[in-house]
């Protein structure tokens, strides 16, 4: 049995494409996984890259895609081409975050670039502290993390990063197994400051 009901995803991948095609197919599939189970988008807005595939993919086929842009980037781009339900122009990256955060029951990064990633760390942070207690997770597309993964083992065994946080990291290669284990991983963690 689920220990929870995801239905608001927030997905962080990158503005761009990626150079191999299983990216853009993983995106479809995370669409796919999203439709079949009526889970609704949360993302950075704009028809860009990876963002673009899973946000037009979804839109229209679960129950609200939102994008939240800050009001820089909303400027300095040309938001023709883009598929949401809400667009939601925020002051600055600090707003979009808590806004992305409030309005989703998980996290979800796939391939991306240093905004993915950056944006990424922060989720994967907060749970740490406690700011928010969401699973959080990666779709690791043809291994595509696995030298970020590599990175967090080495913090563990550097005695950095507690075991029971990297453990508490869902990945999987795709987002249907990737969801399994998010709406099943258990985020009794023990405080980060004992
Ligand atoms: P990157 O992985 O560097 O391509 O950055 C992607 C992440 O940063 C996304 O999850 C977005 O939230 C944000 N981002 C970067 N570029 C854009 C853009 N042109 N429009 C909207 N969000 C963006």
Request: net charge negative; glycine share 10%.
């Given at each position: 049995?689920?220990?929870?009901?995801?239905?608001?995803?927030?997905?962080?991948?990158?503005?761009?494409?990626?150079?191999?095609?299983?990216?853009?197919?993983?995106?479809?599939?995370?669409?796919?996984?999203?439709?079949?189970?009526?889970?609704?988008?949360?993302?950075?807005?704009?028809?860009?890259?990876?963002?673009?595939?899973?946000?037009?993919?979804?839109?229209?086929?679960?129950?609200?895609?939102?994008?939240?842009?800050?009001?820089?980037?909303?400027?300095?781009?040309?938001?023709?081409?883009?598929?949401?339900?809400?667009?939601?122009?925020?002051?600055?990256?600090?707003?979009?975050?808590?806004?992305?955060?409030?309005?989703?029951?998980?996290?979800?990064a796939m391939p991306?670039?240093?905004?993915?990633?950056?944006?990424f760390?922060?989720?994967?942070?907060?749970?740490?502290?406690?700011?928010?207690?969401?699973?959080?997770?990666l779709i690791n597309i043809?291994g595509y993390f696995d030298h970020l993964l590599?990175?967090?083992?080495?913090?563990?065994?550097?005695?950095?990063?507690?075991?029971?946080?990297?453990?508490?990291?869902?990945v999987?290669?795709?987002?249907?197994?990737?969801?399994?284990?998010?709406?099943?991983?258990?985020?009794?963690?023990?405080?980060?400051?004992?």
């Amino acid at each position: 049995m689920s220990i929870r009901t995801i239905k608001t995803l927030c997905l962080f991948c990158g503005s761009s494409d990626g150079y191999s095609k299983s990216y853009k197919d993983g995106a479809l599939n995370l669409a796919k996984t999203m439709i079949e189970r009526n889970i609704s988008l949360v993302y950075g807005g704009g028809g860009k890259g990876l963002m673009g595939t899973v946000s037009k993919a979804v839109y229209g086929k679960v129950p609200n895609v939102i994008g939240i842009i800050p009001e820089k980037l909303y400027e300095s781009v040309r938001y023709l081409d883009h598929y949401e339900d809400d667009l939601v122009i925020v002051k600055d990256m600090h707003e979009r975050k808590a806004e992305m955060y409030a309005r989703s029951d998980a996290f979800v990064a796939m391939p991306g670039g240093v905004g993915t990633v950056e944006e990424f760390m922060e989720a994967y942070t907060w749970l740490h502290l406690g700011y928010h207690n969401k699973p959080i997770g990666l779709i690791n597309i043809d291994g595509y993390f696995d030298h970020l993964l590599l990175f967090l083992n080495h913090c563990v065994d550097q005695g950095f990063l507690r075991e029971e946080f990297f453990k508490a990291l869902c990945v999987a290669p795709d987002s249907d197994r990737l969801l399994d284990m998010l709406e099943h991983v258990s985020l009794a963690l023990p405080s980060k400051f004992h």
